[in-house]
């Protein structure tokens, strides 16, 4: 632990601490460019230079130099302020100032570190040199003008993304950035590579010129394209929501976002149900909420009511939807859109319980049917780290690029109850030994993973190795809740009444009752539905939602709902006076409190606790996995399919089409 | 000018190229670049493979050598690294050639001390033989590219054209190298004026008495001190 002085204040840092983060723990701020803390070091932009004795009578990268006992080091010194001053104008030298009309204006790091390091005008007389576009993908924009060659974007798609196709061509005065041949950079995580960017060079392309960043709202919330709990800011203005970026939670998404959570929410004023309807004479009608009320009331369900959850829903609205249910004499509630129906009666086997953060500690990892790079972007990331701390990975199921080295054991279930000896030998010594289980298998051989857990010695006092993936935002949540049955969606199938909470990936034609569907996107449940009543989408209400480790996590309201759409909850409460079965809350802290005192674990944010008793399931498995639930990454869910940018992503990225660029 | 020299086009050059493998001959040597490099480090070989690669294309296309996209793809899958590692490499040294260049590739310093010593007139003679910069001649023979210092200063001017240096040029002994050149045989290498290595121009004149053996000076050096 080497002790040194910054600017005269003594300070600690850990062992292989820079100089850098030294000043950092003194509270001085260091300007840097290619700095950052979750890539490599590369030090090659020379902004973050200080004085540092002993050592040479010169400045030097704190970046890139190590902390080291009775260092002072100094960041104040006029000898600092004018190398900074240096190297800020050598950086300018070939940079556009092109401010006013770059997207990046106004959250630009050279923007802000020029006001203090800037000299008011520039000395260089000689022509700027001029970088031709370089075409990335539907996702990035590039103006590679203004690119300072941090190679931040080139070292993130390396180390974090996994996908090594940006990279800088050509050296000295002609070096620029790229992706291979400019093709279009095949990562889901493309979109973070625009936050990286210290300057305008990368930006969002679905979002040019939308916006001026200062004039934006900005809303904390929690994502729901997939089941991670991506910690989100949606940035809107008046009624609409303009983009939606990652917030830091080291214990869920670091500060990383893939592209759906990102660029989907175009598909926010897309496609939207912003009126009730009726369904008259096969044909959806628009009508008044009472007419719609009425029609539901109508209904005659004998206590035979159901409610599905849909993927994107939050759990006051499925605790709103429960408490009707219930209230009506049904019971049946189901989650599991697609008809899964593994056994839930212990949550802890169905949960990831080494935690999004545990999985980069893992020493051995198994996967069993599983395409985490489109099922958990984040948790690949994970596992990628994971594997430069010395993981050995090795999964089961149909071989797919998962951006690292993989030991495929064929896609035979069978294998599970007789792993060969390399898997054995890696899990034996390990100490925090990982399965992790994914859609494909949890039907088939939810039990035989199980039996993993002895065989492979996967809990421990201090560490539970036994993990599932879900797709859904909703389901555990929706878990906690009791959205499950015994049979899975079959069950429901015969109800009289049932309610599709923006339930769009349900076999419509199995329920032959009364469907009523409430959702926010024309998609494909409003094309089956008798009744259509108007919610919300995750950016128009505030929810809670649980995480696929258990984490229950609060998301805040961006915008309004369009048109006559309403929060879900409160759907459910009209509807109820309606249909004569008045719900016992007015509000949403009233339905929360409710929802506290039916379920208490989801009362405070944080992990819920989820105990390990796992079912004894039968511990054989047979067959093959044939393929993983996930189609096409880009179109999951009825926000994504209602968004442009999205369905280009798809064509270009899944199905190879290649769109040529207009010149700009 | 920060533009990327023109990468000729993709499809052509892949249909030409894409079939690209090893001759006996290189692969053979290829096997052997790779041994000097312990497992998991065959990234190293990425600049020797690349020059073997650029060879070979020379050789079948009868030129100096280029190196086509398919051909730097191959380089990466024999190393197993990512294509755009490969192509970072072949785009940084400018001894790979990115498009086609000709039978011989005349490559004339244009740095200070070569200015000093009269590459202008390589440069004429060049012109004059028909070459322009940048440009192959017509028959396909000569390439020509002005390039920075080859670190030849102390026998400037100078040129280097495919795997030999040819130095103390001026106007005739450039013509004369290309004029040789130009009928098919083999213009002597090296210095134009004679001179041995980059010796003083009219022969040594200190430490003489080691030009051809080697001689032990302490004794005398010692005397003269002393004196
Ligand atoms: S494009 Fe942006 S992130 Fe990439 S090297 Fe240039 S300035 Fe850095
Ligand atoms: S931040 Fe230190 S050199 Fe760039
Ligand atoms: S200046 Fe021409 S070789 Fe050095």
């Known amino acids: 632990m080497p ?44 902004m973050c230079l200080v004085e540092v004795k002993p050592g040479p009578p010169k400045p030097q990268a704190s970046c890139a130099l190590p902390a080291a006992d009775n260092q002072e080091v100094f960041t104040t010194t006029p000898m600092v302020k004018h190398a900074r001053e240096g190297i800020m104008e050598f950086l300018l030298i070939n940079h556009p100032l092109d401010c006013p009309i770059c997207d990046q204006g106004g959250e630009c790091d050279l923007q802000d570190q020029s006001v203090a390091y800037g000299r008011g005008q520039s000395r260089f007389a000689e022509n700027k040199r001029a970088v031709t576009e370089k075409y990335m993908g539907p996702i990035v924009k590039t103006i590679m003008t203004r690119c300072i060659q941090c190679t931040r974007c080139v070292r993130f798609a390396e180390e974090v993304a996994g996908v090594e196709e940006i990279g800088a061509i050509y050296r000295g005065e002609n070096m620029q950035i790229t992706s291979y041949l400019e093709e279009a950079v095949q990562s889901e995580l493309s979109g973070n590579t625009v936050d990286l960017c210290p300057v305008g060079a990368l930006t969002h392309k679905p979002y040019a010129y939308e916006y001026r960043p200062w004039e934006l709202k900005k809303t904390l919330t929690i994502d729901v394209h997939d089941a991670l ?24 998404n670091e500060e990383w976002a893939h592209d759906k959570t990102r660029y989907a929410v175009d598909g926010l004023v897309r496609r939207r149900l912003d009126r009730p309807f009726v369904r008259k004479d096969g044909k959806l ?69 080494s935690t999004i953060a545990g999985t980069e500690r893992a020493d051995a990892i198994l996967l069993v049917g599983t395409n985490l790079r489109w099922e958990a972007p984040l948790v690949n990331t994970r596992i990628r780290k994971a594997i430069k701390r010395g993981a050995k990975v090795f999964a089961i199921g149909p071989e797919t690029e998962l951006t690292y080295k993989v030991e495929w054991l064929g896609d035979d279930l069978g294998v599970l109850s007789d792993l060969p000896q390399a898997v054995l030998q890696a899990f034996d010594g390990a100490e925090r030994p990982m399965v992790i289980v994914g859609p494909a298998a949890l039907a088939g051989a939810h039990g035989a993973a199980l039996g993993l857990v002895d065989t492979l010695g996967l809990v421990k006092p201090d560490w539970n190795g036994f993990n599932v993936i879900h797709l859904a935002a909703s389901r555990m949540g929706g878990l906690m809740l009791g959205y499950a049955s015994k049979g899975g969606i079959a069950d429901l199938h015969d109800a009289r ?16 009752g009364f469907k009523v569907y409430v959702g926010h996107h024309g998609d494909r449940g409003a094309h089956h539905a008798d009744v259509v009543l108007p919610g919300a989408t995750y950016a128009e209400k505030p929810g809670t939602y649980v995480n696929l480790e258990g984490r229950v996590q609060r998301g805040e309201r961006a915008v309004f709902p369009p048109g006559d759409a309403r929060e879900d909850w409160a759907v459910f409460r009209a509807l109820s006076d309606a249909m004569g079965a008045t719900l016992p809350f007015d509000s949403l802290p009233a339905l929360r409190e409710e929802m506290y005192a039916a379920v208490p674990a989801l009362r405070h944010p944080g992990l819920a606790n989820y105990e390990w008793s796992p079912p004894s399931l039968g511990t054989t498995a047979t067959g093959r996995i044939e393929g993983y639930p996930i189609q096409d990454f880009y179109l999951t869910n009825a926000i994504c399919r209602a968004s442009p940018t999205m369905q280009r992503c798809s064509a270009e990225l899944v199905h190879g089409e290649s769109f040529a660029e207009a010149a700009e | 000018m920060a533009d990327a020299p023109a990468i000729p086009d ?8 894409g079939a690209f493998a090893w001759s006996e001959d290189s692969q053979r040597k290829a096997a052997e670049i790779l041994g000097r490099y312990p497992a998991g480090r065959q990234q190293s070989a990425s600049i020797p493979l690349l020059d073997l690669a650029q060879r070979q294309v020379g050789a079948e296309t009868k030129t100096q050598g280029w190196l086509p996209v398919p051909v730097i793809e191959f380089v990466a899958r024999q190393i197993g690294v990512p294509y755009m590692r490969v192509y970072e490499v072949a785009t940084f040294y400018t001894m790979f050639n990115l498009a086609p260049v000709g039978r011989y590739h005349v490559q004339v310093c244009g740095t200070t001390p070569c200015v000093l010593a009269g590459s202008d007139d390589v440069f004429a003679a060049c012109k004059n033989h028909g070459l322009s910069k940048g440009r192959t001649t017509p028959d396909g023979l000569f390439t020509l590219t002005e390039v920075e210092c080859m670190g030849n200063c102390s026998n400037a001017p100078m040129m280097q054209i495919n795997d030999d240096n040819f130095e103390d040029l001026d106007y005739d002994s450039t013509t004369r190298v290309l004029e040789t050149l130009a009928r098919g045989e083999t213009p002597k290498a090296g210095s134009q004026t004679g001179r041995r290595s980059s010796e003083p121009a009219g022969g040594p004149t200190s430490l003489t008495a080691m030009v051809n053996e080697n001689h032990d000076y302490r004794g005398e050096w010692n005397t003269a001190h002393a004196g």
């Not at chain 1, 002790?3 to 820079?18: F, H």
């Not at chain 1, 709990?229 to 869920?252: F, Y």
């Open chain 2, 10 to 17: 993709e499809a052509e050059v892949r249909a030409r190229w």
């Open chain 1, 3 to 46: 002790k040194l002085k910054v600017d005269g204040i003594e300070v600690e840092v850990p062992q292989g601490a820079t100089v850098l983060q030294a000043c950092e723990a003194a509270g001085k701020e260091i300007p840097r460019f290619c700095y950052h803390e979750r890539l490599s070091i590369a030090g090659n932009c020379r």
């Open chain 1, 497 to 512: 009444l049932t309610f599709f909470l923006g339930a769009d990936e349900v076999d419509y034609t199995r329920f032959d």
């Open chain 1, 285 to 353: 009608v628009p009508v008044s909420w009472n007419e719609a009320f009425a029609a539901i009331a109508a209904v005659e369900h004998g206590g035979s009511v159901a409610a599905v959850a849909g993927d994107l829903v939050d759990c006051e609205t499925m605790f709103a939807a429960k408490t009707l249910v219930t209230a009506l004499g049904g019971s049946r509630l189901e989650g599991r859109q697609t008809g899964m129906d593994y056994d839930t009666s212990s949550l802890g086997a169905v949960a990831f319980n």
């Open chain 1, 229 to 252: 709990g991506t910690n989100i800011r949606l940035d809107s203005r008046g009624r609409q929501v303009l983009r939606a970026l990652p917030r830091v939670n080291e214990d869920v």
